[in-house]
């Protein structure tokens, strides 16, 4: 079974933005659907959402101890200016432990199933 690491922000967590127009309720009740939808696709999916200030450490345990078919990047992480450092710490630390890492990003909450399936087809 194909492996997923869904990396996105937790809308409770203090350090980060939320996207324009976006409440934590949407965030939160969005991403939830996504890891359903990519599980009832066939993806084994870990839904990954360390404290922002924590998240590559947090992240380069998680990759220590598991190898990931696909790393998906949430928009939410994307999209806002001031999360742009740790966007790029996450693709670093992941080709890090994974040279040949695949990567996916969504456009919307609704995209993340589309975006997995063009990186990694069943």
Known sequence: MATVLYMGVAPQDPNIDLPPGVSAEMLDGGMNKSVDDLKNAGYQVVHFLPPIMQGIDELEKELQRNKYDLVLVGLSIR????????????????????????FAFNTSLESTLEAAQRALPL
């Open 79 to 102: 999209i806002v200016p001031k999360h742009t450092p740790y966007f790029e710490g996450i693709i670093n630390t992941a080709l890090k432990y994974n040279p040949g890492q695949r």
